[in-house]
C-alpha cells in the first residue's frame, strides 16, 4: 500500500473543508426551503396543487436532513476533538 | 369541565413552582454548584425556546388554519439563522461577551461610539416593537382562560355573561407585571445575569414543548386514527393544497430570520446569558430540532379542528378546545399550563431585556445628570437602578395593557408580524455595524429612524383598523392626500400583500440610508476604533479603551462600586483584584488594566455608556479615549514643532556668534594694527623731532658759531620740518581717504594730459635720471573722474621707480590697454622688482622695503590703494615678474554709489 504524502496534512485539511461545509449549510437550506416557490399555486381547482401532505413531508424533510447534517457536522468539528 | 378558579390555583401551583426553581438555581449559581446543569448547551437550548411564545403554541394553529403552511416561516428563519451560526452569531455572541454588552441598544451603542443618543433611539423603537407582542401574550392567556369559562366548549367568547374579558386582562397583566418583577429584579443583584430566570425559562421549554407534542400525539392517533389517516385527512381538508404566495413565503422568512436576531428577548438569553460560545454549536442543531418539533403537530391539530369544531370557533385555541371538546380535562389542562408557559417565559425575558435598556440608557443617564453632583457621592444607587428596572417594567406591561384594549385583539400572528417587523429594523444597522468598518453612527440613526417611520407607518397604524389610527381617507388616498403615500401602497404600487409591502420597503429603504448616509459621513475617532474592534472581533479582542488611572484613588473606585455591585461583591472583586496584581490588602492598584476591568464589571450592570459616565467621573476625565489621545498627539506635534524651531533658532544663535567671534577677532587684529600704527606714527614723528631739538638747541647754545654753520643747521632744522610737513599731510590724507570723507572733483581730459603732469612733476629735480617709454597712440582716451588724485597715484608710481630702480640705467614703461569700458595702465621698470615676501604688504600703511634707501614715510602706496578704491579703481602689484610692476585699473566713467543706485531704480522701472 502507497503511503500518504507526509506533506498533505490529511488532518487539518479535511477539517478546514468541513468548516466550509459548516459554513455552506444554511446556503443549502435556504436553497431547498425556497423550492415551494415554484410549486403551482392553484387558482380555480385546489385538487391541482401540490397536496398539503406532500408540502409537510417536503418541508419537513428538509427540516431533518438540514439539522441531523449539522448535527453530524458538530461532531466532527468540535473543539474537543482535536485533543482525541 | 375546570373550574376558572381551579385554573387559577393551578396556575399560582405552577408560578410558585418556577419561583422555587429559579430561587434554587440561583442560590445554585452563587454558591458555585451545579455548574453542569446552570451552564450546560442543553439549557442554554432549551432558553432560546422563549422565541417560541403564546403565538407558536396557540397562534400557530390559528395561523395554519387560517393560510396552510404559511406559519412554518417564522420557524424557518431562526432555524437559518441557527444553521448558519458560523456568519452571524459566532461573532455577535463573541462580541457581546467581549464587550460585555448588556442589550441588543447596547450592542448598537457600543458599535457607534458608545452614543447614548443611539442607544435611546433603539430603547424607544423596542419598547414599541415589542409592546403589540405583549399584548399579544396578554390576549392569548385572556382567550385560553375564557375559553374555560364558557359554557359550550369552542363557541365564540366574547359574549360570555360570567367573563370579563377586559378585566381578566388587566388582572392577567397585573399577575405578569408582578411575576415578572418578583423574578427579574427580586435581589439586589443587578448583573444582567439571571440564572434563575434562564432556568425557569429552559423548565417552560420542557412544558410547553411537551404539552404541544402531547396534544398533537393525541389528536394524530386519538382522534384522527394514525398517521396515514392524517395525511388524507389533511389532504382532504379546506387547506389540503400548496397556497402559499410566493412573496410572503419569502419575506416572512427573511422577517423572522431577522427578528429573531434583532428582538430583544433573544439577544438576552442568546448572548447576554451565555456562558460559553460552544454552547452555540451545539444549540446550533439542537434549536432547529426544538423549533421543529414545535411546529411537527400544528398542521394535523389544525386541520382537526377545522373538521371536529363547530363552525365559527377560533382556530387559535384549537389546541385548548380539542382536548375540552373530547373531554379530556387533564391534556386540557397541560395545553392550558403549556399555553401559560409561553407567555409568561416570553414575559419575563422581554420586559426584563427592556426594563435593562430603558433603565441603563433612559433612566440611569438622566438620573446621573440630575444628580449632577458625581459619582461618588451619596450612599447606594443600587436602589435606584432596582426601583428604574421595576417601574420600567410596570410600564412596559402596561403599555402591552393598553395596546390590547386599543387594537381590541386580532389575530395572533398578524400581531406577531407587527412586531417582528418593528425589531427587523435593527438589522442593517447591526449587521453593518458587525462587518462593515464604514458603517457610521449618523447613517445607523438616520436608517433605524427611515425603517422605524416606514413600519410605523406601513405596519404599526393600520394595525389599528381603518379608521382607527389612520383615517379611511389617508388609506384610500394617501397622507395628506399624496396618493404615492398610501400606507399600504407607498410610491403607487399597489397589489401588494400588505405584510410584504411593508417588509420590503421598510427594510429597504433603511438599508439605502444607511448606506448612503454612512458613505457620505465621517465617524467620529472612538466609533472608528470601536468599528475596527467590532469587525475585526475574531482577531484581536483588545480593550475598547484604557484609563489612566493614576489620579484615582482606589477608594472612590470602591465607594462607587459598592453601590453598583453592592458592597460584598465589590469587596471581593477589589480584594481578587488585589491577589492578582500580588498586592496584600483589600486595594488593588488602580492600573488601567484593573480600572478597565471595573468598568466592564459595571458595564454589565449599567451598560456601557453609563459606566464609562460614572468610572470618568471619579477618575476625574483622564480617560485615555482616542480624543485624548488624539489631544496629546496634537501636542506633541505642537511640541515637535516648537522644538524644531528652537532648533532653528539655536542654530541661528550659533551662526551669529561665530560671526560676532570673528567679527571680535577682527577688532582685536585692527586694534593691534592701531597699535603697531600708533608705535609707527610716533617712531617717525620722532626721529625728524630729536633731530629739530638738537639742531635747535646747538643753535641756541653755540655761542662762537659761524654764519656757514648757522646756515647748515638752520637748513637741516627746515628739511626735517618739512619732512615732518609732508609726514602730517599725507597721514591727514591718508585718513581723509580712509574715512571717505574724501570729495572727488571730477573733470573730463585725455589720460596722455594727465600722465603728462604725472610724469613732469615726479622729475623735477630728481637726482638720477629716468627714461620713460610711452606710447601716445594708446593714452589719447578720454575719461571722467578725478584727475588730480589719479595723478598723485601716478605722481607716486613714477617717483617711486625713480628712487627705488636699481638697474644701472633706469627706465620706466608705461603702457596703456583698454578693457571694456576700464583702462589698464601698466607702469614697468627695468629694476629687479619687489621680493615675493614683500609683495603682500607693500600697500600696508608705514612698510619701507629695508635696505633700500629711501626718504619716504611709508604711507605713499596705501595713499594710492586708497585713491584708487574710491575711484572705482584698483591699484595692484604685477607678481611673477623680473622686473617692477604696478597695475593701475581705472574706469573710463567714475561712477559714484549714488548714481549707481539711481541706475538699478531706473533699470527697476
Keep these: 500500500m502507497a503511503r500518504d504524502p507526509v506533506f498533505l496534512e490529511r488532518k487539518s485539511y479535511r477539517r478546514r473543508r468541513l468548516l466550509d461545509a459548516v459554513r455552506l449549510l444554511p446556503l443549502l437550506g435556504l436553497a431547498l426551503w425556497m423550492v415551494p416557490l415554484m410549486w403551482a399555486v392553484p387558482t380555480t381547482q385546489p385538487s391541482e396543487g401540490v397536496p398539503m401532505s406532500a408540502a409537510l413531508y417536503y418541508v419537513f424533510g428538509i427540516w431533518g436532513g438540514v439539522l441531523l447534517a449539522g448535527w453530524a457536522l458538530w461532531r466532527r468539528t468540535r473543539p474537543d476533538q482535536d485533543q482525541s | ?909
Excluded at chain 2, 452569531?89 to 442589550?103: A, D, E, F, N, P
Aim: some cysteine; proline content about 3%.
Design chain 2, 1 to 909: 369541565m375546570v373550574s376558572l378558579n381551579q385554573l387559577v390555583a393551578v396556575c399560582l401551583l405552577y408560578v410558585a413552582g418556577l419561583f422555587v426553581v429559579a430561587f434554587l438555581a440561583e442560590r445554585a449559581a452563587t454558591r458555585g454548584q451545579a455548574g453542569w446543569l446552570l451552564r450546560s448547551p442543553l439549557v442554554y437550548t432549551l432558553s432560546l425556546s422563549i422565541y417560541c411564545t403564546a403565538w407558536t403554541f396557540y397562534g400557530a394553529v390559528g395561523y395554519a388554519a387560517r393560510s396552510g403552511l404559511e406559519y412554518v416561516t417564522i420557524y424557518l428563519g431562526p432555524s437559518l439563522v441557527m444553521i448558519g451560526w458560523w456568519w452571524v452569531l459566532r461573532r455577535l455572541v463573541h462580541i457581546g461577551r467581549t464587550q460585555r454588552v448588556t442589550s441588543v441598544a447596547d450592542l448598537i451603542s457600543s458599535r457607534y461610539g458608545k452614543s447614548n443618543t443611539l442607544a435611546i433611539v433603539v430603547t424607544v423603537m423596542s419598547v414599541i416593537g415589542v409592546t403589540p407582542y405583549i399584548a399579544l401574550q396578554l390576549q392569548s392567556v385572556v382567550l385560553s382562560l375564557s375559553i374555560f369559562a364558557a359554557p359550550d366548549v369552542g363557541l365564540i367568547t366574547t359574549d360570555i355573561p360570567a367573563f370579563n374579558a377586559p378585566q381578566a386582562a388587566f388582572w392577567v397583566a397585573t399577575g405578569l407585571a408582578l411575576f415578572t418583577v418578583l423574578f427579574g429584579t427580586r435581589n439586589l443583584n443587578v448583573n444582567d445575569r439571571h440564572p434563575g430566570v434562564v432556568i425557569a425559562v429552559a423548565v417552560e421549554a420542557v412544558v410547553k414543548l411537551f404539552a404541544l407534542i402531547a396534544v398533537g400525539v393525541f389528536v394524530v392517533w386519538g382522534l384522527a386514527g394514525g398517521l396515514s389517516e392524517t395525511m388524507a385527512r389533511l389532504d382532504a381538508s379546506d387547506i389540503g393544497t400548496w397556497q402559499v404566495q410566493g412573496g410572503r413565503w419569502v419575506a416572512l422568512t427573511m422577517l423572522s430570520a431577522a427578528a429573531f436576531l434583532c428582538l430583544p428577548r433573544m439577544f438576552q438569553v442568546m448572548v447576554v446569558e451565555n456562558d460559553d460560545e460552544r454552547h452555540l454549536q451545539i444549540a446550533a442543531w439542537a434549536f432547529p430540532l426544538y423549533l421543529m418539533l414545535m411546529s411537527l403537530f400544528v398542521v394535523p391539530i389544525a386541520v382537526v379542528g377545522l373538521d371536529l369544531l363547530p363552525a365559527g370557533s377560533d382556530p387559535d385555541l384549537f389546541v385548548l378546545s380539542l382536548p375540552l371538546s373530547q373531554g379530556q380535562n387533564g391534556l386540557a389542562m397541560l395545553a392550558f399550563l403549556g399555553g401559560f408557559s409561553s407567555a409568561t417565559s416570553m414575559v419575563i425575558v422581554a420586559t426584563l431585556a427592556l426594563s435593562t435598556m430603558v433603565s441603563n440608557h433612559i433612566v440611569m443617564p438622566v438620573w446621573l445628570s440630575v444628580q449632577g453632583e458625581g459619582a461618588s457621592q451619596s450612599g447606594d444607587v443600587r436602589h435606584v437602578i432596582i426601583l428604574s428596572r421595576r417601574l420600567s417594567i410596570l410600564l412596559i406591561i402596561a403599555l402591552g395593557f393598553l395596546y390590547y384594549r386599543t387594537s381590541g385583539g386580532g389575530a395572533l400572528a398578524a400581531i406577531g408580524t407587527i412586531s417582528f417587523g418593528g425589531v427587523a429594523q435593527f438589522l442593517p444597522a447591526m449587521l453593518g455595524g458587525l462587518f462593515w468598518r464604514g458603517a457610521t453612527r449618523t447613517g445607523a440613526l438616520f436608517g433605524l429612524g427611515t425603517g422605524f417611520a416606514l413600519w410605523v407607518f406601513t405596519m404599526l397604524l393600520p394595525s389599528f383598523g381603518q379608521g382607527g389610527a389612520l383615517s379611511v381617507a389617508t388609506f384610500e388616498q394617501g397622507l395628506f392626500g399624496l396618493g404615492w403615500l398610501r400606507p399600504q401602497a407607498l410610491f403607487g404600487i399597489g397589489g401588494l400583500d400588505p405584510t410584504v409591502h411593508a417588509v420590503v420597503w421598510s427594510l429597504s429603504l433603511n438599508t439605502a440610508v444607511f448606506v448612503v448616509v454612512s458613505l457620505f459621513t465621517f465617524p467620529s475617532p472612538i466609533e472608528r476604533l470601536q468599528g475596527a474592534q467590532f469587525v475585526t472581533v475574531q482577531d484581536t479582542a483588545g480593550p475598547a479603551r484604557s484609563w489612566a488611572a493614576s489620579v484615582a484613588g482606589s477608594e472612590d473606585l470602591m465607594i462607587m462600586a459598592q453601590r453598583i455591585l453592592g458592597a460584598p461583591e465589590a469587596q471581593a472583586f477589589f480584594q481578587a483584584e488585589a491577589r492578582a496584581q500580588g498586592r496584600l490588602g483589600d486595594f488593588p492598584e488602580p492600573t488601567p488594566t484593573f480600572v478597565q476591568a471595573l468598568e466592564r464589571e459595571l458595564a454589565a450592570s449599567v451598560g456601557a455608556a453609563t459606566a464609562h459616565a460614572m468610572v470618568g467621573q471619579i477618575v476625574g476625565g483622564t480617560s485615555v479615549s482616542v480624543q485624548d489621545l488624539l489631544a496629546v498627539a496634537d501636542e506633541s506635534a505642537q511640541m515637535l514643532e516648537y522644538s524644531s524651531q528652537l532648533e532653528a533658532k539655536s542654530n541661528e544663535l550659533s551662526a551669529t556668534a561665530a560671526e560676532l567671534r570673528r567679527a571680535n577677532e577682527k577688532l582685536t587684529q585692527l586694534s593691534a594694527q592701531k597699535d603697531a600704527f600708533l608705535s609707527q606714527i610716533s617712531h617717525e614723528l620722532r626721529t625728524p623731532m630729536t633731530s629739530i631739538r638738537s639742531f635747535s638747541e646747538i643753535l641756541r647754545d653755540a655761542t662762537d658759531m659761524t654764519g656757514p654753520d648757522k646756515t647748515c643747521y638752520a637748513s637741516i632744522i627746515h628739511t626735517e620740518t618739512i619732512r615732518l610737513t609732508r609726514l602730517l599731510d599725507d597721514l591727514l590724507d591718508l585718513s581723509v581717504l580712509e574715512n571717505g570723507q574724501v570729495s572727488l572733483h571730477k573733470r573730463t581730459s585725455a589720460l596722455s594730459d594727465v600722465l603728462d603732469l604725472a610724469v613732469t612733476t615726479a622729475l623735477a629735480g630728481a637726482a638720477r635720471p629716468l627714461r620713460i617709454h610711452r606710447n601716445r597712440a594708446d593714452e589719447s582716451v578720454q575719461l571722467t573722474t578725478d584727475l588730480d588724485r589719479l595723478a598723485q597715484v601716478f605722481i607716486n608710481l613714477v617717483a617711486n621707480a625713480q628712487k627705488y630702480c636699481d638697474a644701472p640705467d633706469p627706465a620706466l614703461v608705461i603702457a596703456v590697454t583698454q578693457r571694456d569700458d576700464m583702462l589698464e595702465i601698466d607702469f614697468v621698470d627695468n629694476g629687479r622688482g619687489i621680493d615675493a615676501e614683500a609683495q603682500s604688504v607693500i600697500f600696508e600703511k608705514f612698510y619701507r622695503i629695508s635696505g633700500v634707501a629711501g626718504v619716504g614715510a611709508g604711507l605713499g602706496l596705501s595713499i594710492c590703494r586708497e585713491i584708487m578704491t574710491r575711484l572705482g579703481g584698483s591699484i595692484a602689484y604685477v607678481s611673477g615678474r623680473d622686473e617692477g610692476a604696478f597695475r593701475v585699473l581705472v574706469p573710463l566713467q567714475h561712477v559714484t554709489d549714488e548714481m549707481r543706485q539711481e541706475a538699478a531704480i531706473e533699470g527697476a522701472i
